[in-house]
């Protein structure tokens, strides 16, 4: 079993920037893949973030390609998303999420079956 606790959402106004922190209490095989996804209201939840802790190439969203990035620590347990020029539409609920690789030892952006409980972005103009 995989817990996740998110933190560091808050308000803002555009052009801002905040961190979100995830807790991992501990990795297994089904939190080799770490993401962020985020739920604005009356839309579906979209994938933001994803990262395989092992390394390697990462996945962005177009929409936050250039003001995101994801990162890891993995001697702490804690996945980062670092969130820079931040704009109106990035308000949503973001949610960490974990997922084991898949057959081809990828991280997809689908399939997360753990996810935390969620933290408030919201960003003014």
């Known amino acids: 079993q995989v817990q996740l606790v998110e933190s560091g959402g808050g308000s803002v106004q555009a052009g801002g920037s905040l961190r979100l922190s995830c807790a991992v209490s501990?990795?297994?095989?089904?939190?080799?893949?770490m993401g962020w996804f985020r739920q604005a209201p009356g839309k579906e939840r979209e994938g933001v973030a994803v990262?395989?802790?092992?390394?390697?190439?990462?996945y962005y969203a177009d929409s936050v390609k250039g003001r995101f990035t994801i990162s890891q620590d993995s001697a702490k347990n804690i996945v980062y998303l670092q969130m820079n020029s931040l704009k109106p539409e990035d308000t949503a609920m973001y949610y960490c999420?974990?997922?084991?690789?898949?057959?081809?030892?990828?991280?997809?952006?689908?399939?997360?079956?753990?996810w935390g409980q969620g933290t408030q972005v919201t960003v003014s103009s």
């Open positions: 999420g974990a997922r084991g690789l898949s057959f081809g030892g990828v991280c997809p952006v689908e399939g997360f079956g753990y």
């Open positions: 990262i395989y802790r092992g390394g390697g190439p990462t």
């Open positions: 501990r990795y297994t095989y089904n939190s080799n893949c």
